[in-house]
């Protein structure tokens, strides 16, 4: 395994020490030790800045399980190190701002550190595995993890419904992008990135080639908080403020973002999929900004604004796809909206990440995050206050913030559509720009409420749970280093270009820089009067008339209940389903095992019945089958006539041994047959079941004497000879269809030679089938665990209530 594979999963190998240092060094904060691991990281991966540069690429694979093609093959180009710079960096900063959050002498640091780090191992390994399914794995791990740590809080209730929330649409579109990677990987032969964007043409000319398409969107879509996704977001709020920087910030809502620009080359031909993406980014983009608006939870409006920020690059990335519709990247107009995608992805981290923390460190000092009861912080709380105006005035995207370039840039962006004479660009594209313009309005009004609402206005300390005061140094940091970053990458952009923007752009655009082209990125604030410019100054001045006059207009947002809202849907159809699900249920757990086996042998007659019907198996040849002897015909009298006369039995002992009979006669059939094996298994099988039988029904009622005469139950007869046809003619079906060589032969051929064992069933159990007998065996360990558990809980509850009756009766 490389450095670089070690790299990947160092915070997967160090999560199992932190509730140990947690317990071992209560003195000092878990924090400081986990610190180490982003910063190594980042230090690490800043590395490659050099090679990736330079147009090279990193891969390393260790194989896996090569049989089906997964490997777990790291690659690292411009577009993965750009991510995984912001996985660790933010990381960083996030930990270190953690430790001052976090008491820990009240908070459980053991488990909120080891989700940390589950999550950040988990989003580099999606975004540096070349093959799919590894990725899927790592995709997974980020939902599971982000369960853990929006749910951190869990004896709060919105914090576990937001957990639940979370889990619930993203792992839904988890699976989407599961079943889209089985059709990519039926066209091409290959899980591996690199080979499917090889194969671009061979995936285009496939008829799966739309529903792979729509089934990776999905996961993208539910993973970025896209339209009608995104509603999980806002309720993952609940999680603590350094979960919120570090997830929807850098980290899990870009996960879709990155899948979507690195699929791109793969989908570039269809201009479904670049209409999908426009058009699911634009409106999320708006509907985000809209209902930003009217959120008083400082952390409410942060989630809704992130939801709109998404949608803005993912919107960027859609009207990039056009690109690869240009021979080069000369005159290329479209090229833009992707240097802006990838320049507004790291300006987002960085202005929105000192925001959350901002919102952190508010709540922190004064107890709430309610506008409505903040104002006038700005004299107790100067340097939060400047965290704050810096990145609220970047996210409003005015200058000389790095906001208002990338937010120029998206606003030429659109405006390129005029020029398209493809894919009805220059018809319905035109709606682009409006809904964009619309949008930035929104955002601006948003990013003036933040700042003015909370620092702002009349002071209202009283109102406040707890006296504000500038937060302490350590928690002041990581949120200055974003601001700072904020203002540095305003007025020299420059520095990313070639560092990390072209890189990740030409990763994005491989067929377009194959023949020695080189993407220009040339970052800079005056660019003469443009459209652009116009429209930002049409974006200030309406969205100023909009802020002075909120009161005015606010009541629209009341016009529709409840109920009919995403939220509303979403909560009606949780109690929709468990009602449905508990109806169903006492419908068919009726408590008698006899309809739970009716359930089964109804299953499984009729799926084996239809199977032999649709595939045509019901020609039955007795050619083959040998002679049947006398004593055989003797044999299966007995037994068939001992499992008929069990049924008249008014007596369970002489049912019991009936039924050892009808096992004993199998067992001989096994002797005749020469397998002694399998006979000496069914024999003790056999005698262990009759003897557990006598024991238990020993300490049974007895049978009443009475005549009691049963009721025929028609149903019961037709499940079984249902039942009892159906492995009749599973068995003639077998013997007369065999299409393939039996397996026995390849056990002979191979037990000793592979397994250096003579009996051939102790082999497949041990050797060959080891597997399923591990399984098998900690199936059964874990019943019995589970078993023990409740026998234990059971006599805790008694004791308990004994002791609790005891004392009462004293207490008389």
Same mark, same amino acid.
């Given at each position: ?141 980020? &939902?599971?993890? &982000? ?110 973002? %990155? ?335 006899? &309809? ?67 096992? %004993? ?148």
């Amino acid at each position: 395994m490389s450095v670089l594979h070690l790299a990947i999963l160092l915070p997967l190998l160090a999560a199992p020490f932190i509730p140990f240092l947690f317990r071992a060094v209560k003195r000092i904060h878990t924090g400081w030790f986990v610190l180490i691991v982003p910063t190594l990281l980042f230090v690490y991966f800043f590395r490659y800045i050099g090679i990736t540069s330079d147009g090279g690429v990193v891969t390393e694979t260790v194989r896996w399980m090569p049989s089906l093609g997964i490997n777990f093959t790291a690659y690292v180009d411009g577009l993965g190190l750009l991510f995984a710079l912001l996985i660790t960096g933010i990381g960083a900063l996030v930990v270190l701002y953690s430790i001052y959050y976090l008491n820990k002498d009240k908070e459980s640091l053991g488990h909120f550190y080891v989700y940390l780090l589950l999550f950040m191992g988990a989003m580099l390994g999606v975004v540096l595995s070349d093959n799919m399914v590894v990725m899927y794995m790592f995709w997974e791990l980020t &939902s599971i993890s &982000s369960f853990l740590l929006i749910g951190y809080w869990y004896e709060k209730e919105r914090s576990r419904y937001g957990a639940q929330k979370s889990m619930l649409i993203t792992v839904f579109g988890g699976l989407s992008m599961l079943g889209g990677i089985v059709l990519l990987e039926s066209m091409v032969g290959s899980f591996s990135i690199r080979e499917m964007v090889a194969n671009q043409a061979v995936i285009v000319d496939s008829p799966f080639f739309i529903p792979a398409m729509i089934l990776i969107l999905l996961g993208a879509f539910t993973k970025s908080a896209q339209f009608p996704f995104h509603i999980w977001l806002p309720d993952a709020m609940e999680a603590p403020t350094p979960v919120s920087a570090y997830l929807h910030s850098a980290t899990m809502v870009k996960a879709g973002l %990155y899948l979507v620009a690195r699929m791109s080359p793969v989908f570039q031909e269809s201009s479904l999929w670049l209409w999908i993406i426009v058009s699911f980014g634009t409106f999320t983009l708006f509907w985000g900004s809209f209902n930003a608006v009217k959120q008083t939870d400082l952390k409410g409006i942060l989630a809704y604004s992130t939801v709109s920020q998404l949608g803005l690059i993912m919107s960027l990335l859609g009207l990039g796809a056009a690109a690869l519709h240009y021979d080069g990247v000369d005159d290329n107009i479209f090229m833009v909206a992707t240097i802006a995608a990838i320049f507004h992805l790291i300006n987002h981290a960085t202005f929105k990440g000192s925001l959350f923390m901002m919102v952190g460190i508010v709540d922190h000092e004064t107890g709430t995050r309610d506008i409505r009861k903040l104002g006038g912080l700005m004299t107790v709380m100067p340097i939060t206050f400047t965290i704050a105006v810096i990145g609220s005035l970047s996210m409003a995207g005015l200058p000389p913030f790095n906001g208002f370039l990338s937010k120029e840039m998206f606003l030429k962006a659109t405006t390129k559509v005029f020029s398209a004479d493809f894919f009805a660009l220059d018809t319905i594209g035109l709606l682009i720009p409006v809904v964009a313009f619309i949008a930035s309005v929104f955002t601006f009004v948003y990013s003036l409420i933040i700042f003015t609402r909370t620092f702002m206005g009349k002071a209202q300390f009283d109102k406040l749970p707890k006296q504000p005061h500038e937060a302490p140094i350590g928690m002041l940091i990581p949120p200055a280093i974003l601001a700072v970053l904020v203002v540095v990458l305003g007025f020299i952009p420059n520095v990313l270009s070639n560092t990390l923007i072209r890189p990740a752009v030409e990763s994005i655009y491989p067929s377009l820089v194959e023949g020695g082209q080189a993407v220009e990125v040339d970052l800079y604030f005056w660019h003469g009067i443009t459209p652009e410019l116009l429209m930002t100054i049409g974006i200030v001045a309406l969205g100023t008339v909009l802020f002075f006059t909120l009161n005015k207009w606010m009541g629209i947002y009341n016009r529709v209940p409840y109920r009919l809202t995403l939220n509303g849907m979403y909560d009606g159809s949780l109690v929709w389903s468990n009602k449905a699900a508990y109806r169903f249920k006492d419908n068919y757990m009726t408590g008698f095992i006899r &309809s739970y086996l009716i359930y089964i042998f109804v299953f499984m007659s009729g799926m084996l019945l239809f199977s032999m019907w649709w595939y045509e198996m019901f020609n039955f040849s007795f050619d083959e089958m040998a002679e049947i002897a006398p004593y055989e015909y003797v044999l299966g009298a007995v037994v068939v006539l001992s499992a008929f006369a069990i049924l008249f039995m008014r007596s369970r002992l002489p049912a019991i041994i009936l039924l050892g009979v009808v096992g %004993y006669g199998v067992a001989l059939f096994f002797v005749f047959f020469e397998a002694p094996d399998l006979a000496l298994t069914q024999l003790v099988i056999e005698t262990v079941s009759v003897a557990l039988f006598l024991l238990v029904f020993y300490h049974m009622p007895e049978i009443s004497k009475k005549e009691v005469r049963m009721r025929f139950k028609v149903g019961n007869a037709i499940v079984s000879v249902l039942v009892g046809v159906t492995v009749m003619m599973l068995s003639f079906m077998t013997l007369s269809n065999k299409s393939l060589s039996s397996i026995s032969e390849y056990y002979k051929e191979n037990v000793y030679e592979l397994a250096a064992g003579k009996n051939m069933v102790n082999v497949v159990l041990v050797d060959f089938r080891g597997f399923d007998t591990l399984f098998e065996i900690i199936v059964l360990a874990v019943a019995g665990l589970g078993i023990y558990t409740m026998i234990k809980f059971r006599t805790t509850a008694q004791r308990t209530k004994g002791e609790g009756e005891h004392g009462h009766e004293a207490k008389k």
